[in-house]
C-alpha cells in the first residue's frame, strides 16, 4: 500500500466531436495516451486511463502532487491542445471548444475543461469510481450525490455502517455568486436540499465523512457559459466517488442511478431530459443530440496503479432504467419547443436564444 498520499485527478473536454456532437474519434484518444504514456515514463504521472463519453475526451491520472498542481494541470491543457490539432486536421465538429483561453495560465480551472480531483492515503482496498456525463450541466450529480450519501432508502450503511452513521458534509458551490457553504448531514438536510435542488445555481463541489472528514467525493462544478459569458457547449461534468469500508458500498453508489432522473442540457444545452445509464459503447448521444448519458468507470487503486476500467453499467440490472429514460426522452421530445422540455428563459440567457429574441424587441407595443 502506498506510503504517502495519491492525487485522482480527472479532467476533461471536448476537443471535437465525430459525427457532429455524438462521439470521438479513435485518433483523439490515441493522441492523449500517447500523450500521457510519455508522461508516465517521465514520472509526471503514475498512472492513467483515457475514455470518453460521447463527445469529450476524459483523462483519468494519478500522481503524487496534491490537488490543484500545475505540471498535472499543464499535462492535461497540453494533451486537450495536441488532441485539437488532430480535431482540426480531421475537421471534426467544435474542435477544442472547451478549450476558452489562448495559453495555459497555472490551472485549467476557468480555462474550460472541467476538473474532479481528491487526494488521500489509500486504505487497505481502495474502490474508486469515476462518473462521466456527456449533454448535461454539473447540476446533474446533485441528486445521485444526495442519495449516495444522505437517503438511507439508497444507502443502507447510513444506519447499518457504524462508520457512517454519524452522516457526511456537503460542499455546496453557488456558481452564481461564486461562494460555497458546508453543510452537515443528517441534521442540516432540509438546509442541503433546500440549495441543490435547484441544480442549475447550486452544484455539490465535494463530500467527505462528518467523523474524520475523510474525502470521500469530488465533483467539476465548471460554468462553460459563464467562463466565456455565451453559450460555447456543455458542461459535460465528470464526477470521482470512493466506495467500502466505512463509504457507501459499490452497489448503493450505482444505485443512485438506477433513477433516471431529469437533467438540463441535451440538445443545444437548452433542454431537460433523463440521464440515462449506459455502458462504455453506447455513450454516444445520436438523437437529438442525446439524451444526456452518464458512463462509471470502476477502478481497484493500488499504490497509485489504476487496475481497471471495469464498466459498471455494462449489466442487465440497468435495462429497465435505460428503457425508462427511453420512454420519458419520448414524452419530453413531444414538447417541441415549449417548456418543460425547453429550459426555461433564465436558462437560456447564455445560449443562441437571446439573439433570436433580439430581433423582435422592437415590435413589442405596450397595451
Known amino acids: 500500500m502506498a506510503k504517502g498520499k495519491i492525487t485522482i485527478s480527472v479532467i476533461k473536454a471536448d476537443v471535437g466531436g465525430f459525427v457532429g456532437h455524438s462521439s470521438s474519434h479513435p485518433e483523439i484518444l490515441e493522441t492523449a495516451k500517447d500523450r500521457l504514456v510519455n508522461a508516465r515514463e517521465k514520472g509526471s504521472i503514475i498512472d492513467f486511463h483515457v475514455l470518453r463519453c460521447g463527445d469529450d475526451l476524459e483523462l483519468i491520472m494519478t500522481h503524487d502532487k496534491g490537488c490543484d498542481n500545475k505540471t498535472i494541470h499543464e499535462l492535461a491543457w497540453n494533451t486537450f491542445t495536441a488532441a485539437t490539432e488532430v480535431a482540426k486536421e480531421l475537421k471534426l465538429y467544435g474542435a477544442g471548444q472547451d478549450l476558452l483561453k489562448d495559453a495555459f495560465t497555472g490551472t485549467v480551472k476557468g480555462m474550460g475543461p472541467g476538473v474532479a480531483e481528491m487526494e488521500f492515503i489509500e486504505r487497505k482496498s481502495e474502490p474508486v469510481i469515476v462518473f462521466m456525463a456527456d449533454k448535461t450541466s454539473s447540476g446533474a450529480w446533485n441528486l445521485p450525490l444526495y442519495k449516495i450519501f444522505g437517503d438511507p432508502f439508497n444507502t443502507a ?67 462553460l457559459s459563464q467562463i466565456a459569458g455565451k453559450y460555447v457547449g456543455k458542461d459535460d461534468p465528470v464526477m470521482i466517488v470512493r466506495c467500502q469500508s466505512g463509504l457507501p ?29 449506459v455502458p462504455f459503447y453506447e455513450a454516444n448521444a445520436v438523437r437529438f443530440d442525446g439524451p444526456p448519458r452518464v458512463i462509471a468507470a470502476g477502478f481497484q487503486v493500488s499504490d497509485g496503479r489504476l487496475i481497471g476500467p471495469h464498466d459498471m453499467f455494462d449489466d442487465p440490472s440497468f435495462d429497465l432504467t ?11 421530445r413531444r414538447h417541441g419547443p415549449f417548456e418543460p422540455h425547453r429550459l426555461p428563459l433564465e ?21
Do not use: Q
Open 249 to 277: 458500498a459499490v452497489g448503493e453508489v450505482l444505485e443512485a442511478f438506477s433513477f433516471p432522473h431529469l437533467v438540463s442540457g441535451w440538445m443545444r444545452g437548452s433542454h431537460h431530459g433523463p440521464l440515462m445509464p
Open 157 to 223: 450503511g447510513l444506519i447499518i455502517d457504524p462508520s457512517m452513521i454519524e452522516g457526511f458534509c456537503f460542499n455546496v458551490l453557488d456558481v452564481k455568486e461564486g461562494k460555497s457553504i458546508t453543510l452537515s448531514c443528517p441534521e442540516e438536510t432540509y438546509y442541503l436540499l433546500a440549495l441543490i435542488g435547484a441544480t442549475s445555481r447550486y452544484m455539490v463541489a465535494s463530500v467527505y465523512r462528518k467523523k474524520d472528514k475523510e474525502i470521500t467525493a469530488s465533483a467539476s462544478t465548471e460554468r
Open 322 to 332: 435505460r428503457r425508462k429514460a427511453g420512454e420519458i426522452a419520448e414524452y419530453m
Open 347 to 367: 436558462d437560456m440567457e447564455y445560449t443562441t436564444l437571446p439573439n433570436v429574441l433580439e430581433k423582435l424587441k422592437d415590435r413589442f407595443e405596450k397595451k
